[in-house]
């Protein structure tokens, strides 16, 4: 069964904090894809990646492809961050297939 | 910046009910996705559609849904014969092929009482 596991579930920061959430596939992937979900519902796509590193502003996003993980971090964090992030994977077709988020919470 | 709109942003309907959500995805794109997100659980894929055919559904997508592209530029979900069970957010997404990325509308809140 293809599963998309992420933690930590729920995760509160002090602003400033560096913050790292973690996503693993259970097997190949396509692609992986970070997203962002505001309060009010709407879906973001933050990056979406096969290989390596991507950067954005303060938002990094990392992919190990042997060990099946992947990493989102944030530097310098502040309270409009918090939201929840999803991670989801393309198993070779388009479909997106999704993780149970993890909700970040900046403390100002 | 080119985005996908969607309306309602929010339906409430009575139990066995048809609802029609329309999206209208991003001009020049040619997948698109009907995803939806039950309160408190993760959001589950229902159906793309491609070239005026859907080419991959879920389980959750029986005999009452259904997608169209009436026109160039809408595509709905209908679900003929709503139940309780049908109240979530749901996400129309498009993306210009296979392995881009997907562009999310705001979402319709279906509330089926």
């Known amino acids: ?108 | 910046e080119p985005e996908v709109t969607q309306t309602p942003s929010h339906q409430v309907t009575q139990m066995g009910q048809e609802v029609i959500l329309r999206c209208v995805p991003i001009s020049n794109h040619l997948y698109f996705y009907w995803y939806r997100q039950i309160l408190g659980q993760k959001v589950e894929f229902l159906v793309s559609f491609y070239n005026n055919e859907i080419s991959e559904k879920s389980e959750i997508f029986d005999d009452q849904f259904s997608v169209e592209r009436p026109d160039g530029s809408n595509f709905t979900l209908k679900i003929r014969s709503t139940k309780l069970e049908d109240s979530a957010m749901y996400f129309c997404a498009s993306s210009s092929g296979v392995g881009y990325e997907q562009f999310f509308g705001p979402g319709t809140r279906l509330t089926v009482l």
């Open chain 1, 1 to 108: 069964k293809n599963e998309v596991e992420q933690s930590p579930q729920n995760l509160t920061a002090q602003e400033g904090e560096f913050i790292t959430i973690n996503c693993s596939y259970s097997v190949g992937i396509s692609a992986l894809h970070w997203l962002q979900q505001h309060p009010g519902g709407g879906i973001v796509s933050l990056f979406m990646l096969s290989s390596g590193k991507k950067k954005h502003g303060r938002l990094i996003a990392t992919i190990n492809i042997q060990e099946k993980h992947s990493s989102l971090h944030i530097t310098a964090s502040h309270p409009r961050d918090s939201a929840v992030y999803i991670c989801a994977v393309t198993f070779g077709n388009e479909k997106l297939t999704f993780g149970t988020g993890t909700r970040l919470t900046i403390i100002p």
